[in-house]
């Protein structure tokens, strides 16, 4: 078992960053793949990042490619998402999820923990 627990949200003007954290419970942290999926009011849930369990496979969509960039630190059981050049439809509440051994996929049926969510809400 794992448990995530998110943070860095905020308000932001377009342009800005932030940098969001995903801290995990357990010893078994490396063997988790890791996502960020965000979910805007009226939207699914969509993945904008996923890191493998071994880090060695990133996945980024389409409308973040470029401006988001995932990480780990397996030492500090911490998963990352910086986020650069936010513009206001990034804004949602960001989830971490967490993926035992697996490849770092966009499915959010593959993730069987989640975090509460945190808010990122960015301003024009």
């Known amino acids: 078992q794992v448990q995530l627990d998110e943070s860095g949200g905020g308000s932001v003007q377009a342009g800005g960053s932030l940098r969001l954290s995903c801290a995990a419970s357990?010893?078994?942290?490396?063997?988790?793949?890791m996502g960020w999926f965000r979910q805007a009011p009226g939207k699914e849930r969509d993945c904008v990042a996923a890191?493998?369990?071994?880090?060695?496979?990133?996945y980024y969509s389409d409308s973040v490619k470029g401006r988001f960039t995932i990480s780990r630190d397996n030492a500090k059981n911490t998963v990352y998402l910086q986020m650069n050049s936010l513009k206001p439809e990034d804004t949602a509440v960001y989830y971490c999820a967490a993926d035992y051994l697996g490849s770092g996929t966009s499915r959010a049926r593959a993730y069987g923990h989640w975090g509460q969510g945190t808010q990122v809400t960015v301003s024009s």
């Open positions: 357990g010893r078994t942290f490396s063997s988790y793949a």
């Open positions: 890191i493998s369990w071994s880090g060695g496979n990133t």
